[in-house]
Structures are given as C-alpha cells and as structure tokens.
C-alpha cells in the first residue's frame, strides 16, 4: 500500500569534485577533516552515488540523477538542503545558511519537475538569506507528511521566523525543540536526528535536552499507532537516524548507510524490518561531510505526469 510518507521518485546528485565543505565545519559536529589526495576522494564520492543510484533503482525506486561537475559547490550532493516537495504540487526553494550553498539551486531540476510531476506553485524563500533567515529544506525539518507537522531542532539554519512562515504556506504544524551532541553542541540538521517513516520513526530521543519536550516529541510522532525507535547518542554519531522512506516497486524500504546499520541492534533491525525492507547503501566518503543517506536524497511528494507516447 503507497503512502504519502513514502516517495516513489527521487532527486539525486553525481558530485564529480566532492570534498568535505570548509564553511560548514563550524557548526556541522558530524564532519570530518578530508585525508587524502583530493581527486581520489571526489572519484569515491562520485562512485558512491553511482552504485546508490543502481541499488535503489534495483528496488524500483525512480531516481532523476543529476551532475554537477563544479568545483564551487563541494556539498552538491546534499540536494534535500536546497528544495523541497509537498502533496498537492507544491514545491519550495530554501534559504541556505552557507554562501557557497546557495549555488547549489539549479533551474534544470526544477523544469524536471514541471516537466515529469504536476506542480502547482513553486514558493521562493532563498531572497531571506539576505535578512540572515535560513531553513534548510529537509535537512532542518523533519516532516511528518500523514500528520501535518514539521519536527525542527534549533541551529544556525533553522529560523523560527521561517519556519513559522513555511508551516503557514504549505499547512504544516511546527514542533520547535532544543537538541545537542553529546559535547553539547546544537544538532545541526534535525534529520541526523530523526526519521519518520509511514509505521515507525528513528529518533535520538536522549539528545533533546528539555525532558517535556522530549516528551511532546515522542508523543506526537507515536501518534497513529505509529512504532518509536529509541537511538543511542551512539548510534546518531553513526547516521543511524539518517535514513529515509521510500517506496519501491513490491513495497516500502529503508534507505540507510551501511555504517548505520552496523550500529544497530537486532531488535531494532526487527522492528524496523516489520515495516519496510532495510536498504544498506555504501557512502563512507560522502559521510566525511557530516551528511548520509538521507541528505543525498531529495524525496517527490508530487504527482507523475503520464509519460507522452510517440506516435
């Protein structure tokens, strides 16, 4: 049975000159220093994506693979930061905190979009950057698309101000929270935190830091009967609450980095295994950039345009 929650049809990103960013190591916790000679770690990233791509597409995912052969934009790959979709043709651009993110956006995916899905309107909140308002896509929110509500740990790249504003524009309900690493330091993107899928979520229960709140989260994501996965501080450390829905073509799955699943318990595998099939996927050079799976991939929540037949 499809759900909202889970997309069928994916947005990813070939970085052809991938290196660990140098203005996001300030407040990306999750980052590491690049070792090594330069163009053998953009040859890996490039190879991870592609294997990923083949891996998902074996599982009847529709991947839309893009290039970017720049040398400006060494977080590329990361393209749920940037855009998001939401049911009933409704598309945003998001406001980046880092300068060298901002030319990421890319006109050629967003024709995709008007091209192969039905979209409605397209809302353009990257001119906020210049009043210092940030929102980065899925990467600062985590959205429940059954419940109508937006999950955003407080950083750098999520306003309060923004988000209110997009909860307003696309009917979502906000759930605004305090979350650190284990040194104390604001979790930057709430989704290396939490993922919600249609029957269960992933989440680091342990690193949000006001015990009532902790408990507002955990309450609201249950809701539905949904199944709640507590992880370790631990295991965020190792991507495990970086993963992502999707639908496949004989039912949903987990995208997941092979490191992540490493991390967990057999009884989390089983419980997550009752609800979709567990994809591992090989990205150890990309996580170098404190990002996984979940932020290579940008979910369409929209509908497909039949696919004209030639005559």
């Not at 909202?4 to 960013?21: D, K, S």
């Not at 979009?113 to 906020?128: A, E, N, T």
Request: overall charge negative; hydrophobic content about 45%; glycine content about 6%.
């Amino acid at each position: 049975m499809r759900s909202l929650q889970a997309p069928e049809a994916v947005v990813m990103i070939r970085p052809h000159h991938f290196t660990p960013n140098a203005q996001t190591a300030e407040d990306n916790s999750f980052q590491s220093t690049l070792n090594g000679c330069a163009s053998a770690v953009a040859k890996q990233a490039y190879d991870e994506i592609s294997e990923a791509v083949k891996v998902l597409r074996s599982f009847g995912v529709s991947v839309h693979l893009f290039e970017d052969e720049s040398k400006a934009t060494p977080d590329s790959v990361f393209p749920n930061n940037w855009f998001s979709t939401h049911a009933g043709g409704h598309v945003a651009l998001h406001a980046m905190y880092s300068k060298n993110r901002r030319a990421e956006r890319r006109m050629d995916v967003m024709e995709l979009l008007k091209q192969r899905f039905r979209v409605q309107d397209l809302i353009d909140y990257s001119g906020l950057e210049q009043d210092g308002l940030f929102l980065e896509g899925t990467g600062a929110m985590v959205i429940d698309h059954l419940e109508r509500v937006v999950y955003a740990a407080r950083s750098n790249r999520m306003s309060d101000i923004l988000l209110e504003r997009f909860c307003t524009h696309f009917n979502y309900e906000p759930l605004v929270f305090d979350a650190v690493t284990a040194d104390g330091n604001p979790i930057y993107h709430t989704n290396v935190l939490m993922c919600i899928g249609t029957d269960f979520a992933l989440i680091g229960t342990d690193m949000i830091s006001d015990a009532a709140r902790r408990a507002v989260v955990i309450e609201r994501l249950a809701h539905g009967e949904r199944d709640v996965i507590a992880l370790s501080t631990e295991q965020i450390g190792e991507f495990a609450g970086n993963a992502i829905e999707l639908q496949g073509a004989d039912g949903r799955l987990l995208a997941i980095s092979a490191r992540a699943v490493a991390a967990l318990t057999p009884d989390q595998v089983a419980r997550i295994e009752r609800h979709a099939t567990l994809v591992a996927l090989e990205i150890p050079t990309i996580e170098l950039a404190g990002g996984s799976v979940r932020c290579t991939i940008a979910g369409l929540h929209l509908s497909a345009r039949p696919l004209e037949v030639a005559a």
